[in-house]
């Protein structure tokens, strides 16, 4: 399994139901916020998804804050193409994509998981670097007083932190 052949792209209207049905699996047990199919679609353009044989088994987001501000938000792998490399696959693409478009970014996520952002080449950092997020999601988040996540950055160009 580990010769899956993954293709990562920019979501399409048609992926909205399988894109909400990966998400729901994490949302129900909080590890990421649950989002409508009416939501998904109105953000669409912020996604992108893997895909292998005709089926959906990733899929992520990258919400911009501004100032070269963005995060890694939605981040899902469907649980049977769990440790197949599909999640780094869609960081790459996305941290890929970023870096042609632009000549500096920061992109951070909150997450359960720090270890797999180091190996992609993120620090660990104080979740008070976002306010921006703090505002928006995190006053919304049912974990709000007793938040588990940690949070990472990426800084293109890499950089020390300072």
Wanted: neutral net charge.
């Amino acid at each position: 399994m580990s010769s899956l052949s993954v293709t990562v792209r920019r979501a399409l209207k048609d992926d909205i139901p399988a894109i909400h049905e990966i998400l729901s699996v994490y949302a129900r047990r909080g590890i990421v916020l649950e989002r409508s199919q009416e939501d998904l679609a109105f953000y669409l353009k912020n996604f992108t998804v893997a895909e292998t044989d005709g089926q959906l088994v990733g899929c992520m987001a990258v919400r911009d804050f501004g100032n070269d501000l963005l995060e890694v938000r939605s981040l899902a792998v469907r649980e049977t193409c769990h440790g197949m490399g599909i999640g780094r696959k869609l960081v790459e693409a996305a941290r890929d994509r970023l870096a042609a478009e632009r000549s500096a970014f920061r992109l951070f996520a909150l997450t359960l998981t720090p270890e797999f952002f180091r190996r992609l080449g993120f620090a660990v950092v104080s979740k008070e670097l976002f306010p921006e997020k703090i505002w928006h999601d995190c006053s919304r988040c049912p974990k709000c007083d007793r938040c588990d996540e940690i949070a990472v950055i990426y800084r293109h160009p890499e950089m020390t932190l300072a």
